[in-house]
């Protein structure tokens, strides 16, 4: 998934172990409130963009 990300320019995103359990959590859930896990990567991509901010890597 990350190489597919980056091949249409769309900023990746790692779930770390502090969103595991939202990122579960949203999958189990998604026919009932699909937002949370879209929540929740969009909490992980914000985090990735910070690293690539932090090295100067445009995106």
């Known amino acids: 998934m990350f190489k597919e ?3 249409y320019n769309i ?3 790692i779930i770390e172990d ?3 359990l939202f990122y579960y959590r ?3 859930e998604w026919d009932n ?7 929740t ?3 992980a991509q914000d985090k990735y963009k ?3 901010d ?3 890597i445009s995106y």
Do not use: S
């Open 5 to 7: 990300w980056l091949k």
């Open 11 to 13: 900023v990746p995103f």
């Open 18 to 20: 502090n969103l595991k």
């Open 26 to 28: 949203g999958l189990n």
């Open 33 to 39: 409130e699909n937002g949370y896990l879209i929540d």
């Open 41 to 43: 990567c969009l909490a």
């Open 50 to 52: 910070a690293y690539l």
């Open 54 to 56: 932090y090295f100067r």
